[in-house]
């Protein structure tokens, strides 16, 4: 089955210090990938929907300037989290999906993120 | 964005069947149902999807109600590895938003 691998599982970082987290879809073309933050006993959030070859559409309420998301080919999507600080730490998720949307969608492994 | 109503959690014996409920009374024609579940510090594993007739994989069955406004997925026989979150999730303009999941919980 469709493959998302997600790097690093896990990263310390120092405050201030900025961070990227890569997605790969391994085994198909993702067009469309998506990033989710998840807090400890809740919920995914969707952060922002990226779409190869065109900017990131964030969801309300999340910084663009503080999670870059770069798209540039239909395997690899990033997420970089700038000028970390302790409230960033969380576990960030991504999810791919190839051409059609009516296919389930393939999640990656998560990383967890922890600003000290 | 279309919701979803689980309970938050459930309990099941192990290897017996599960019946996961979940409400959607605003879905729209063109919604899929999809289901995901997620252990602890992973990422979510995907479960079943379908549009308007039941489905079956070999992980579980899909029951949707024929009005559409309710979904079940079944387990057929629980284990201790199904212990999970399980998300009931409606894929609407290409995205697919999270509620909170029913935390399935299975005794030995």
């Known amino acids: 089955g469709a493959v998302v691998s997600q790097h690093p599982s896990r990263v310390i970082c120092k405050s201030g210090t900025s961070v990227k987290i890569e997605c790969r879809s391994l085994?198909?073309?993702?067009?469309?990938m998506f990033w989710y933050r998840q807090f400890p006993k809740k919920s995914l959030m969707l952060m922002a929907t990226?779409?190869?070859?065109?900017?990131?559409?964030?969801e309300q309420g999340v910084e663009k300037d503080k999670f870059l998301i770069n798209h540039a080919s239909l395997t690899l999507s990033t997420l970089t989290v700038t000028s970390a600080h302790p409230e960033d730490s969380s576990f960030y998720i991504c999810?791919?999906?190839?051409?059609?949307?009516?296919?389930?969608?393939?999640f990656g492994s998560g990383t967890r993120l922890t600003v000290v | 964005d279309a919701k979803t109503t689980q309970p938050n959690s459930m309990e099941s014996n192990e290897e017996e069947p599960v019946h996961l409920p979940c409400n959607h009374s605003?879905?729209?024609?063109?919604?899929?149902i999809h289901w995901y579940r997620q252990l602890p510090s992973q990422g979510p594993e995907y479960v079943i999807h379908?549009?308007?007739s039941n489905v079956n994989n070999r992980m579980a069955s899909l029951a949707i109600a024929e009005d559409r406004k309710s979904s079940t997925l079944i387990l057929h026989r629980a284990t201790l590895r199904d212990a999970a979150v399980y998300y009931c999730?409606?894929?609407?303009?290409?995205?697919?938003?999270f509620g909170k999941g029913t935390r399935l919980h299975i005794l030995p």
């Open positions: 999810s791919a999906r190839g051409y059609d949307f009516r296919d389930g969608y393939t």
């Open positions: 085994d198909f073309q993702a067009t469309t």
């Open positions: 990226s779409n190869e070859g065109s900017k990131a559409t964030y």
């Open positions: 605003t879905i729209s024609g063109t919604d899929y």
């Open positions: 379908g549009l308007t």
């Open positions: 999730i409606l894929s609407r303009n290409d995205k697919i938003i």
